[in-house]
């Protein structure tokens, strides 16, 4: 075979060279000195190139290594992108600016805007690594949508460039604060306004509005009904063994010390009622939680608590007491005042 070897053709003026094929095989077209296989240079457009079909099918780009291929194609106004010898579609950018990936159905949430559609055939996936290493992934399937977080790390959300909420690899969620000492903690600076807000948009009826369970067994719920809020705890006899009457109330009670005190932090002015607990964990021990002067691993106060509302059935059982002693001191001055009305009248 033949070869025609063309060092340079230049414009019919003899002005510059406008092609140019070097001794190694490179073609230049607008450069003298190409760099590639081929080096298209201009400086008159913005277009140095152009690959053109003259029907009105698709056209494509084949780029070809010696183990396979792909295709870049335009498909009316779109572009496409395919690989392997079958020109199997990959991806897809349409004129709108939409991306798809997987798919050539571009799904649009709302009109003129521009969107990113991931598309598998049992699963999609876009995976966020950091450093070659997997840091979190967005994941859709026919029954679910994942945003997930790999390994330990916390899945955090941000804004205003601070972050506003976090769930940690174990489940508990932080709102207003970076840390997470239980399943849920809210934290806020808030004046004059609320740090929760549950909202039942049902005007009728009753409903719990948080219920507390243990291993699925309800213990009791905030619940609301015609305007009213209650605290209630489960008192299912269902529930219950070993029921038996309260005795001693009055002498249970007697041994109580109701005082008036101000926390620290409130200061004198902020006077209240009420109890110290360790004094009655010392009369009712299930009506207090935690032990006395107890601390936490770093030194700070693990304040002691009472549920005021267990002190109820010592109370009522002392007050049916004090009835009973009423009732038979009445029924005896009954009798004393017949006695005497007898007397007087004999």
Partial sequence: MSRIKVENIRHPDGTGDNISLTDTGRVGIGATSPIVPFHVLTSATNTPGLFEHSGSVDSYLYLKNSTGGAYIASRTDDLSFHTSAGATERARIDSSGNLGIGT?????????????GINGSTSAILNLNHGDTLAGFLYGASTEFRLEANGTRPLIFRGNDAERMRISSTGAVTIGATGSPGSLTVVGDVNNNELAI???????????????????????NIRWETGNVSYNTSSDYRLKENIRALTGGIELVKQLRPCLFNFI??????????FIAHEVQEVVDYAVSGQKDE?????SIKPQSIDQSKLVPLLTAALQE???????????????????TALEGA
């Fill in 198 to 220: 549950f909202n039942n948009l049902r005007t009728t009826g009753g409903y719990a509005e948080i219920d507390f369970r243990t291993a699925g067994t309800e213990r009791g």
């Fill in 322 to 340: 004090a009835i009973a002693k009423i009732e038979t001191l009445e029924t005896a001055n009954a009798s004393l005042e017949a006695r005497l």
């Fill in 104 to 116: 050539s159905s571009i799904n649009q949430t709302a009109s003129g805007r521009t969107v990113v």
């Fill in 295 to 299: 601390v936490r691993k770093d030194g």
């Fill in 265 to 274: 932090e409130a200061g004198p002015e902020d006077t209240l009622g009420g």
